[in-house]
T-cell receptor
Framework: GQNIDQPTEMTATEGAIVQINCTYQ??????LFWYQQHAGEAPTFLSY????GLEEKGRFSSFLSRSKGYSYLLLKELQMKDSASYLC??????????FGAGTTVTVRA | IAGITQAPTSQILAAGRRMTLRCTQD?????MYWYRQDLGLGLRLIHY???????GKGEVPDGYSVSRANTDDFPLTLASAVPSQTSVYFC????????????FGPGTRLTVL
């Protein structure tokens, strides 16, 4: 089975940093994705990690530790437009994605 | 078109009626997927297709059917809608065997009364 956990909600101030954690217990592992989803819109791809370590893309970074079944998404220099849900998804042995329930991030002025 | 389109954008449907949600992609991706998204449950896979002519069941397939006659189109049919099928439905596609990143359509909001 697949079990993917992430916090339900987080709140942060504009300009700050927020770290969204994701822990997983899955049937096999072939990579971990992070998606951003604004209210009423489709999920959009943010990052993909398949090896341990940090991947940086501008203000967003994603980290993976396969031995710990753990990832985080780091959002730096928060902007109001970053208010959204962030979805953690694991690709299992069958190459299908299993999604966490998502973390809603609210950025306050 | 660029990417994935879905139709209709939203629909209110009486229980027991038949409904087909349409999905078309122009990226020539071999794999396509249907998900439903419900509050607090995240995205759950309904059906998928790894290539034209083949389909498979996901996590929550009951009450739904799909077909994949060609690369671009992947319709989802509810044979006899029930209120528990009220949800937001997303279609996605990916280049299976390539980057494998899934790209999502804009979604269909379906309400079954």
């Amino acid at each position: 089975g697949q079990n993917i956990d992430q916090p339900t909600e987080m709140t942060a101030t504009e300009g700050a940093i927020v770290q969204i954690n994701c822990t997983y217990q899955t049937s096999g592992f072939n990579g971990l994705f992070w998606y951003q989803q604004h209210a009423g819109e489709a999920p959009t791809f943010l990052s993909y990690n398949v090896l341990d370590g940090l991947e940086e893309k501008g203000r967003f970074s994603s980290f993976l530790s396969r031995s710990k079944g753990y990832s985080y998404l780091l959002l730096k220099e928060l902007q109001m437009k970053d208010s959204a849900s962030y979805l953690c998804a694991v690709k299992g042995n069958d190459y299908k994605l299993s999604f966490g329930a998502g973390t809603t991030v609210t950025v306050r002025a | 078109i660029a990417g994935i389109t879905q139709a209709p954008t939203s629909q209110i449907l009486a229980a027991g009626r038949r409904m087909t949600l349409r999905c078309t992609q122009d990226m020539r991706h071999n794999a396509m997927y249907w998900y439903r998204q419900d509050l607090g449950l995240g995205l759950r896979l309904i059906h998928y297709s790894n290539t034209a002519g083949t389909t498979g069941k996901g996590e929550v397939p009951d009450g739904y059917s799909v077909s994949r006659a060609n690369t671009d189109d992947f319709p989802l049919t509810l044979a006899s809608a029930v209120p528990s099928q009220t949800s937001v439905y997303f279609c996605a596609s990916s280049d299976l065997g390539g980057s494998d990143t899934q790209y999502f359509g804009p979604g269909t909001r379906l309400t079954v009364l």
